[in-house]
């Protein structure tokens, strides 16, 4: 792997971790705001799956549907674990605007949670840098 992809991909995962650092201190807050939660989640789970395509050096899809990366990354790797993934795609970037806002329950958040550190958990596991 030459050194220009290595600190691209650096880039990549260092936005993700971004994303979960926030869910990570909203989740602190007496009054969660659970929408904005919700949102980092996806978009950390976006940003890892498309750390693994980059890595592959796959093309990158211009998508925020999670389960679209998902399965870009099973086509790419196909012991790419099949991860439950609830409805964390609802909770990306068409539905920030009035009107369409999606608030998910706690219990929700819990998931949403668990599912971007799975995704996180995986990717690292078989990304090499």
Known sequence: MNEVLKIYLKQWIEKAEEDLQVVHQLMTMDNRPKGAIGFHCQ?????????????????????????????????????????????????????RYPGDFLEPSEQELDVLIQIASEIKSTVLKKIKI
């Open 43 to 95: 978009q950390a789970a976006e940003k890892f799956l498309k750390t693994f395509l980059v890595y592959h050096q796959s093309d990158v899809p211009k998508t925020h549907n999670i389960e679209f990366l998902l399965e870009q990354c099973k086509i790419t790797d196909p012991e790419f674990p099949d991860i439950d993934l609830h409805n964390i795609t609802d909770f990306g970037v068409e539905i």
